[in-house]
């Protein structure tokens, strides 16, 4: 079987063809990189240019490596091809060479996982007396990593590099953590491609017996390089220059994994006789579609110019929603979802909401289990299957149920207290033999001095954290005694001592639990709530699947017909960190994540911003992104969430239709009118949708339809 060359465009035919030289391609999304990667190479061994060994092919993930294998396959017999991720190859290399390297390893080394690399910071931070809950072995290891992505071992880390005091503990841990992995004959991910480039930089011949070898080199995903892969593939193309690197700057979105987009922005530079190929023509998306992520993307100074295209039909205009808050942002989705769903035009595996960030699900999940919609959550869990929100669970249901023996065992040492297993074995055994719960067990045991020392000390103040708890949710709002739990069990003060992207997310996602508890009247409604959505498992029905509910970042490389991209406002998309911290080159990402999200969409895309959310007790105004405002007018339909109040039929059996848009924490001077969101007493937060003199009919978020006399509301 030969290659088809009718099936490739014209870029794809010179990339193709470009076998001599260091080659770009400039892949936008939807452009068939792919189909560019595996032709080049099924030609290059068509046209007798080299042996398939003699070929070199870089990915980023195992998946995409087998991907690329199996399309090569269906063209040409390429045995003896050399495809993998750098790490893999990267082994390959130092088991090849262990006797040249000057650590103490041997060719059977084992590659520990995450896990495993995090204990062993801990232990040594330990055997140190280095007090781990100021210096978070976590944020350790993720700083020796940066480290190692960077090409960085101890001896070339200077003061310089330190940038607060946690970072000068991190290099003296960074020096002894290498040791002891060494002597455990074993590595980490990182040390694969640093030991390797230090291999070939101290090892001429071996650097030479390499780029021998690999004649031709393919990278796939080059925008996601970090600098040790860069330094890595740039050591041997150095004698052939027959390098090809498949990437798209616009697509840079890792930065916070250590990839660095100036790398496929500075090729040229690193190649002056470097060829660049632009790949823009889409077999994707629409042209609305297409112009509005161009159109986004242009406002990015640091990029190479690209301009997607498609032959495909105008399709539909994007839809731009403005929603009166996140609740309503979720039913909105969720209806219009219902009816794609109803009348067949998508199958539900074909219609995807994708994030900024991953607390943004909740409201999601709990909208599309109460109606019964098949979902599915990717490449992460539910909202409540995370760990820091079965843990605060787990505290809630013992504040309220001092029996609770799983919700104790789970919490026991949540935050770390030093209670080993030896001290809850024989709490257990008490309880076991006393026939009375793990409470009461501590509380006697505690009594009777049978626990002494700090044990019991740490105990007793966990002990009574619950009690007093217990006695708080009595009197006062469940929102401010989880608050308090919070603060006094240390747990919120851990996470942002961790200082990591997922303690981030972790505290996101508290924050956003304690959005939902203030939606309730007590504490006993919301843990009956949770555990009735714990218990609800994804329907996967006559809809044709899941509908797919993820983040953006994990989004990437997938594509769905139907597309929402809810929560398009300041602070959350553009997240405020990266603008905080990130300034201008944050922006920049945020863009590009953007720019991701967009590209995802086939046929239909909706944006949706909420002009209020919920911050804890009180509605806050937010504002559109500054995304929405660098989208062409004429590529977008704009309208507020059409006011359809309806739950699915799940609740009540109603619809509200009104054109005038909500204004929330605004009153209006006029007085109390539809479409004003209003509180009521008992009846909690509602939206006027009918005035009659003084009367006034209001849906409610919780109760339904209402008919109430004005005086007895108020515009919140």
């Known amino acids: 079987m030969t290659i088809n060359q009718e099936l490739l465009n014209q870029p794809q035919m010179l990339a193709m063809r470009h076998t001599e030289g260091p080659l770009l391609v400039l892949a936008g999304a939807g452009t068939g990189k792919t189909k560019v990667l595996t032709s080049r190479i099924a030609h290059i061994i068509e046209q007798r240019l080299a042996y398939p060994s003699n070929i070199l092919a870089v990915t980023f993930t195992n998946k995409a490596a087998k991907e690329m294998q199996s399309r090569i396959n269906n063209i040409i017999c390429a045995d003896g091809l050399n495809i993998g991720t750098f790490h893999s190859i990267a082994a390959k290399m130092l088991r090849s060479h262990t006797n040249l390297l000057n650590i103490n390893i041997t060719n059977s080394f084992t590659i520990i996982d995450q896990d495993d690399q995090v204990k062993l910071v801990k232990n040594i931070a330990l055997q140190q007396n280095i007090d781990i809950k100021q210096y978070v072995p976590k944020v350790i290891h993720s700083i020796i990593s940066r480290w190692k992505d960077q090409g960085l071992l101890p001896e070339k880390i200077s003061d310089s590099d330190f940038i607060a005091p946690i970072h000068k503990i991190a290099k003296y841990i960074y020096n002894e953590y290498q040791n002891q992995i060494h002597n455990s004959n074993a590595v980490d991910f990182g040390d694969l491609l640093l030991y390797c480039n230090s291999l070939l930089i101290h090892n001429p011949e071996v650097l030479k017996h390499y780029q021998n070898k690999f004649k031709y080199i393919l990278i796939d995903e080059y925008q996601d390089t970090n600098a040790v892969q860069y330094v890595w593939a740039r050591m041997l193309a150095s004698l052939h220059k027959n390098i090809c690197c498949v990437g798209d700057d616009d697509q840079s979105i890792y930065s916070w994994r250590g990839a660095e987009v100036k790398n496929i922005l500075r090729f040229e530079h690193d190649f002056p006789d470097a060829t660049i190929i632009k790949l823009e023509q889409n077999y994707r998306s629409t042209p609305y579609i297409l112009k509005a992520a161009s159109q986004i993307i242009s406002f990015n100074k640091n990029r190479h110019g690209k301009k997607l295209w498609t032959e495909k039909d105008e399709g539909e205009k994007i839809k731009i929603i403005s929603c009166w808050n996140d609740k309503e942002e979720a039913r909105y989705i969720s209806t219009e979802i219902a009816k794609f769903l109803n009348s067949s035009k998508y199958q539900a595996d074909q219609i995807a909401i994708l994030v900024r960030a991953g607390f943004q699900t909740r409201s999601f999940e709990e909208t599309f289990i109460s109606n019964a919609l098949p979902y599915q959550m990717i490449g992460g869990l539910r909202f409540y299957e995370r760990m820091e929100i079965r843990d605060l669970l787990a505290y809630i249901r013992l504040s309220t149920n001092k029996s609770d023996n799983l919700a104790l065992e789970r919490i026991i040492n949540v935050p770390r207290r030093s209670i080993g297993n030896v001290t809850l ?292």
């Open 425 to 716: 074995k024989k709490i257990k055994d008490y309880a076991s033999e006393k026939q009375i719960s793990l409470f009461d067990s501590i509380q006697q045991m505690i009594d009777l001095k049978t626990l002494k020392g700090q044990t019991a000390t740490q105990l007793e103040q966990f002990i009574d954290l619950l009690k007093k708890a217990g006695q708080k949710y009595e009197t006062e709002s469940a929102f401010d005694v989880t608050k308090y739990i919070l603060d006094e069990s240390g747990y919120l003060k851990v996470l942002k001592e961790e200082k990591t992207e997922e303690s981030r997310a972790r505290i996101e996602n508290i924050n956003e639990m304690l959005r939902a508890i203030d939606e309730f009247d007590n504490i006993v409604e919301f843990v009956e709530h949770s555990s009735l959505v714990m218990d609800n498992e994804s329907l996967s029905n006559d809809f044709g699947g899941t509908v797919k509910i993820m983040t953006l970042h994990a989004a990437k490389g997938l594509e769905f017909d139907l597309v929402f991209l809810p929560g398009w406002e300041e602070n959350i998309f553009p997240h405020q960190k990266s603008l905080s911290e990130e300034g201008d080159k944050g922006l920049e990402e945020e863009r590009r994540i953007a720019y991701v999200g967009i590209t995802r969409a086939k046929k239909e895309l909706y944006i949706t911003h909420a002009e209020s959310r919920r911050i804890f007790s009180e509605f806050v105004n937010s504002l559109p992104s500054r995304f929405i405002k660098e989208i062409p007018a004429e590529l977008c339909i704009s309208s507020s969430s059409t006011n359809k109040l309806n739950y699915l039929g799940s609740r009540h059996n109603f619809s509200m239709q009104t054109n005038i848009p909500p204004k929330v924490s605004n009153i209006i001077k006029n007085g109390k009118t539809p479409g004003n969101r209003i509180k009521h007493q008992k009846f909690g937060t509602g939206i006027i949708i009918k005035k009659n003199g003084d009367n006034l009919e209001i849906v409610f978020e919780h109760v339904g339809i209402k008919t109430i006399k004005e005086d007895y509301v108020e515009l919140i």
